[in-house]
């Protein structure tokens, strides 16, 4: 439906109002990005200015020893965030599904338990894993993906949930029913239609486990892990300027991924999925 | 909205009917029976409409038929072969549902061919009879569109299409007319009487709608509280219904108190035949139906007009007796009785349906 077609709602703010409020709460965001991009590039010891000495330095081979920590870093981040979406994948996407088809019931304690992450602070959480932990690092050495799994608990929330609106927007139930009512088993049913159907939430959801992995700091701190963070953290002692320069990086690269799930979800509204609803249906029959 | 080619041939989507049969189908949930010991025989190729009002277990029938639903106790037999223990992708159905089930990411297209591709048929084949179904419900043209880019009417002729191209046994409709608007609800629901003729295929559809039922269907099934009140076809459902249920439930109908003795019943001052068998002797109400019933300008019931309205074809006027009983009258459009106008009711003398009262 077109904004100019529907009424307007009494307290919506004119275009001028609304152009403002953006452009002011833009700059509040963008300048401590434009900061942290100027300090990024700036020369040692100077408060203006720009260089790419900084950069250059990440290449010398003297300097290398100060980065090999952060280096170490980002591969446990992109291998615990495979993981997490592996994870992810095999036990909340298939739960998700056989709740929504088959036992509708438990649907409820799933969003329940998904979400809880958000309530509990992640220093408890974290503090909660240290026993947990010393165990399983005792039994098989320190494995940085094992740290998947403490994380993929507080990326649920984020990997439910466009999982879930996907689904609300899907009638599962009947194109469950249509598929096998014209021959195909439970497999070809989730694999030829309910998966394509929930492509975008399945989409989103992976891409925000990725940026809730490359984010996490506290969880690694705590069971005292190598990650993105933590090294990012570490080699800020060291070189402040290049730390900034990975922050910014980390950034624009969860914009694309954020970029990204918006054009997915552009795709599937231009293929909009028409769902039936009372409301379309016509007045009862004259007896 | 393409209307179909009535040229167009069934070719190879004709089948042999099966027969259907289910026989003492129980069906509880959580203590309350959506069916309690239903009995039903479908005859091969024969068109049944399950009608009743919601919660009478209609639906669950037509799922418990189609292996969607399991049932408590009873026997399902399609082709004379029991297929309670068989899974629904292997009950040879096809089934259209109340909404709209095409899959979104497919063509209509692709929807049709789907049933054909879990049967493992070659990929021209496939591509050949699903134009085939689709140029049967007069959608051929429209083949490569999304279920978002048709018509609430198209996507239920593809659904149509799709549930027909594999040549099911049995045809089961789930309302599927009820989410459309009146006139394309009408147009598709004859197109699917002559697509179930053509093709000589068992059908079974579930609607809420009498008038729907009694257009399309060989024989129509009263459900009530999980059992079938009355069986047979329209005419005998309209012109002798077999209890109260029925004959207030298919049609309009008046009813008036009367005194029943020895088959005749007296309905203010009239005499009238009583349908079927009659009651014992005493006070009964009469169904009469709307057309049954005469406004005149002689000698007959004092009456009061309270509305009128135009329906078409027809005319039906409200009118008001002494008593307050009010009193549904049918008529031609151009009688146009006045509201308050003071006119004299007459009973056309058709037999009646009549139930003890109290």
């Given at each position: 439906?077109?904004?100019?077609?529907?009424?307007?709602?009494?307290?919506?703010?004119?275009?001028?109002?609304?152009?403002?409020?953006?452009?002011?709460?833009?700059?509040?965001?963008?300048?401590?990005?434009?900061?942290?991009?100027?300090?990024?590039?700036?020369?040692?010891?100077?408060?203006?200015?720009?260089?790419?000495?900084?950069?250059?330095a990440?290449?010398?081979?003297?300097?290398?020893?100060?980065?090999?920590?952060?280096?170490?870093?980002?591969?446990?981040?992109?291998?615990?965030?495979?993981?997490?979406?592996?994870?992810?994948?095999?036990?909340?996407?298939?739960?998700m599904?056989?709740?929504?088809?088959?036992?509708?019931?438990?649907r409820?304690?799933?969003?329940?338990?998904?979400l809880?992450?958000?309530?509990?602070?992640?220093?408890?959480?974290?503090?909660?894993?240290?026993?947990?932990?010393?165990v399983?690092?005792?039994?098989?050495?320190?494995?940085?993906?094992?740290?998947?799994?403490?994380?993929?608990?507080?990326?649920?929330?984020?990997?439910?949930?466009?999982?879930?609106?996907?689904?609300?927007?899907?009638d599962?139930?009947?194109?469950?029913?249509?598929?096998?009512?014209l021959?195909?088993?439970?497999?070809?049913?989730?694999?030829?239609?309910?998966l394509?159907?929930?492509?975008?939430?399945?989409?989103?959801?992976?891409?925000?486990?990725?940026?809730?992995?490359?984010?996490?700091?506290?969880?690694?701190?705590?069971?005292?892990?190598?990650?993105?963070?933590?090294?990012?953290?570490?080699?800020?002692?060291?070189?402040?300027y290049v730390?900034?320069?990975?922050?910014?990086?980390?950034?624009?690269?969860?914009f694309?991924?954020?970029?990204?799930?918006?054009?997915?979800?552009?795709?599937?509204?231009?293929?909009?999925?028409?769902?039936?609803?009372?409301?379309?249906?016509?007045?009862?029959p004259?007896? | 909205?393409?209307?179909?080619?009535?040229?167009?041939?069934?070719?190879?989507?004709?089948?042999?009917?099966?027969?259907?049969?289910?026989?003492?189908?129980?069906k509880?949930?959580?203590?309350?029976?959506?069916?309690?010991?239903?009995?039903?025989?479908?005859?091969?190729?024969?068109?049944?409409?399950?009608?009743?009002p919601?919660?009478?277990?209609?639906?669950?029938?037509?799922?418990?038929?189609?292996g969607?639903?399991?049932?408590?106790?009873?026997?399902?037999?399609?082709?004379?072969?029991?297929?309670?223990?068989?899974?629904?992708?292997?009950?040879?159905?096809?089934?259209?549902?109340?909404?709209?089930?095409?899959?979104?990411?497919?063509?209509?297209?692709?929807n049709?061919?789907?049933g054909?591709?879990?049967?493992?048929?070659?990929?021209?084949?496939?591509?050949?009879?699903?134009?085939?179904?689709?140029?049967?419900?007069?959608?051929?043209?429209?083949?490569?569109?999304?279920?978002?880019?048709?018509?609430?009417?198209?996507?239920?002729?593809?659904?149509?299409?799709?549930?027909?191209?594999?040549?099911?046994?049995?045809?089961?409709?789930?309302?599927p007319?009820?989410?459309?608007?009146?006139?394309?609800?009408?147009?598709?629901?004859?197109?699917?009487?002559r697509?179930?003729?053509?093709?000589?295929?068992?059908?079974?559809?579930?609607?809420?709608?009498?008038?729907?039922?009694?257009?399309?269907?060989?024989?129509?099934?009263?459900?009530?509280?999980?059992?079938?009140?009355?069986?047979?076809?329209?005419?005998?459902l309209?012109?002798?219904?077999?209890?109260?249920?029925?004959?207030?439930?298919?049609?309009?109908?008046?009813?008036?108190?009367?005194?029943?003795?020895?088959g005749?019943?007296?309905?203010?001052?009239q005499?009238?035949?009583?349908?079927?068998?009659?009651?014992?002797?005493?006070?009964?109400?009469?169904?009469?139906?709307?057309?049954?019933?005469i406004?005149?300008?002689?000698?007959?019931?004092?009456?009061?007009?309270?509305?009128?309205?135009?329906?078409?074809?027809?005319?039906?006027?409200?009118?008001?007796?002494a008593?307050?009983?009010?009193?549904?009258?049918?008529?031609?459009?151009s009688?146009?009785?006045?509201?308050?106008?003071?006119?004299?009711?007459?009973?056309?003398?058709?037999?009646?349906?009549?139930?003890?009262?109290?």
């Amino acid at each position: 439906m077109s904004r100019r077609g529907s009424a307007r709602v009494g307290a919506a703010p004119g275009r001028a109002t609304a152009t403002v409020v953006l452009v002011i709460a833009g700059l509040a965001f963008l300048y401590p990005l434009y900061a942290l991009a100027a300090f990024a590039f700036q020369p040692v010891g100077q408060h203006s200015g720009f260089t790419l000495q900084h950069l250059k330095a990440l290449t010398d081979p003297v300097r290398a020893y100060q980065y090999d920590q952060l280096w170490e870093g980002i591969q446990n981040s992109l291998v615990i965030a495979l993981v997490t979406v592996l994870l992810m994948l095999v036990f909340l996407l298939p739960a998700m599904i056989l709740a929504e088809l088959r036992y509708r019931r438990v649907r409820q304690a799933i969003e329940f338990v998904c979400l809880l992450p958000i309530s509990i602070p992640t220093v408890v959480l974290a503090v909660g894993f240290i026993p947990v932990y010393q165990v399983m690092w005792q039994a098989t050495g320190s494995v940085a993906w094992i740290l998947a799994f403490a994380i993929g608990i507080i990326s649920l929330p984020y990997a439910f949930r466009p999982i879930q609106s996907n689904m609300a927007g899907v009638d599962m139930v009947t194109l469950q029913e249509a598929a096998r009512s014209l021959g195909a088993g439970w497999f070809q049913t989730v694999w030829s239609v309910i998966l394509p159907n929930l492509r975008r939430g399945i989409l989103s959801s992976a891409l925000l486990t990725v940026s809730v992995v490359l984010g996490e700091y506290t969880i690694a701190s705590f069971l005292q892990q190598n990650t993105f963070q933590t090294g990012l953290a570490l080699l800020e002692h060291a070189d402040p300027y290049v730390a900034s320069t990975f922050a910014l990086a980390a950034l624009l690269f969860v914009f694309i991924i954020l970029v990204l799930i918006g054009a997915a979800g552009t795709i599937r509204r231009n293929r909009k999925v028409s769902t039936w609803s009372p409301s379309t249906a016509t007045l009862p029959p004259v007896r | 909205m393409v209307a179909i080619d009535s040229n167009a041939s069934a070719g190879s989507l004709t089948v042999t009917g099966t027969s259907v049969e289910l026989v003492d189908v129980v069906k509880t949930y959580s203590g309350h029976a959506a069916l309690s010991g239903l009995d039903l025989k479908v005859e091969p190729g024969e068109f049944v409409a399950l009608l009743g009002p919601s919660g009478c277990g209609k639906t669950t029938a037509l799922r418990a038929l189609s292996g969607l639903e399991g049932i408590d106790s009873g026997s399902i037999r399609i082709g004379g072969v029991d297929v309670v223990d068989v899974p629904v992708n292997r009950r040879d159905i096809g089934m259209v549902f109340q909404s709209y089930s095409l899959f979104p990411h497919m063509t209509a297209q692709q929807n049709v061919e789907f049933g054909l591709r879990m049967r493992k048929v070659p990929a021209q084949q496939r591509r050949a009879r699903a134009s085939e179904a689709l140029e049967l419900v007069g959608l051929g043209h429209l083949s490569g569109r999304y279920a978002h880019e048709l018509s609430g009417g198209q996507q239920q002729r593809v659904a149509l299409a799709r549930a027909l191209v594999t040549r099911p046994r049995v045809l089961l409709l789930d309302e599927p007319l009820s989410a459309l608007d009146a006139k394309v609800r009408v147009q598709l629901r004859e197109e699917i009487r002559r697509l179930q003729q053509e093709l000589g295929i068992t059908t079974i559809f579930v609607t809420h709608d009498q008038e729907e039922a009694l257009a399309v269907a060989d024989r129509v099934a009263v459900m009530n509280a999980g059992d079938i009140e009355q069986i047979g076809t329209p005419e005998e459902l309209y012109l002798a219904p077999r209890t109260p249920f029925v004959a207030d439930f298919v049609g309009l109908s008046n009813k008036l108190g009367g005194t029943l003795v020895g088959g005749v019943v007296t309905v203010y001052g009239q005499p009238l035949n009583v349908l079927g068998e009659a009651p014992e002797d005493g006070p009964v109400t009469a169904y009469v139906r709307p057309e049954d019933v005469i406004i005149t300008t002689d000698a007959g019931l004092p009456a009061t007009v309270v509305s009128t309205s135009f329906l078409g074809s027809l005319r039906r006027t409200f009118v008001r007796l002494a008593d307050d009983t009010v009193v549904a009258v049918q008529h031609d459009v151009s009688d146009r009785p006045e509201p308050g106008q003071q006119v004299a009711l007459r009973f056309k003398g058709r037999p009646v349906a009549v139930t003890r009262q109290g």
